[in-house]
């Protein structure tokens, strides 16, 4: 099992920036990325970002070039800094750990934060 707890969130203006922390603990061993999805009302669930092991990033194409991903290995914790934001980015915030054991994969997710970006 893996426990991922977020932090972070909140009501935002336009232009504005915040954070999102996302710590993971228990079976962490095998992570093999961490991220973070939204979704807001009446929409799926989309990718915003994610960070590999090894340090590969993807980021949906929305957020791209606004927001940064990053990762304390030491304190197994995932950082989403939002820039720029709009309030497109109005959404419930997932972070999300994808663990994987040889052919064996499964995604944890956290309880969600919401992010409200006013214009």
């Known amino acids: 099992q893996v426990q991922l707890v977020e932090s972070g969130g909140g009501l935002a203006q336009a232009g504005g920036s915040m954070r999102l922390s996302c710590a993971a603990s228990?079976?962490?061993?095998?992570?093999?990325?961490m991220g973070w999805y939204r979704q807001a009302p009446g929409k799926q669930r989309e990718l915003v970002a994610t960070?590999?092991?090894?340090?590969?990033?993807h980021f949906g194409d929305s957020v791209r070039g606004r927001f940064t991903i990053s990762s304390d290995n030491a304190k197994n914790t995932v950082y989403l800094q939002m820039n720029k934001l709009e309030p497109e980015d109005t959404a419930v915030y997932y972070c999300?750990?994808?663990w994987g054991s040889g052919l064996l994969s499964y995604d944890y997710w956290g309880q969600g934060t919401q992010v409200t970006v006013s214009s």
């Open positions: 228990g079976n962490i061993g095998r992570l093999r990325a």
């Open positions: 960070i590999t092991s090894g340090g590969i990033v």
């Open positions: 999300n750990a994808e």
